[in-house]
Nanobody
């Protein structure tokens, strides 16, 4: 069992930056692929970024490529999402997720993830 707690959300002006954190419980953090998803009001949850168990593979949605960066620190059992050049359309609840497995690539589908956090709100004002 893995428990995930997101933090770092908030209100920021367009063009600003935020860093989200996802703290994971348990001693098996390094055996999980990790990912970020988001859900805007009235829309379905969508993939934002993923990182495999070793950190050697990362991937991003086209809408955030070049602006967002995902990373993980196994010593701290924490995953991060650094967000730059934020846009109003980035406004959403951001969820972190953990998926079992030692695949070489990141996971980008919801059904590949086994555990989810409660979400943190990111609001970007224009």
């Amino acid at each position: 069992q893995v428990q995930l707690v997101e933090s770092g959300g908030g209100l920021v002006q367009a063009g600003g930056s935020l860093r989200l954190s996802c703290a994971a419980s348990g001693r098996t953090f390094s055996s999980y692929a990790m990912g970020w998803f988001r859900q805007a009001p009235g829309k379905e949850r969508e993939f934002v970024a993923g990182i495999n168990w070793s950190g050697g593979s990362t991937g991003y949605a086209d809408s955030v490529k070049g602006r967002f960066s995902i990373s993980r620190d196994s010593a701290k059992n924490t995953m991060y999402l650094q967000m730059h050049s934020l846009k109003p359309e980035d406004t959403a609840v951001y969820y972190c997720a953990a998926g079992r497995g030692y695949r070489g690539s990141y996971y980008s589908y919801e059904n590949e993830y086994n555990y989810w956090g409660q979400g943190t709100q990111v609001t970007v004002s224009s």
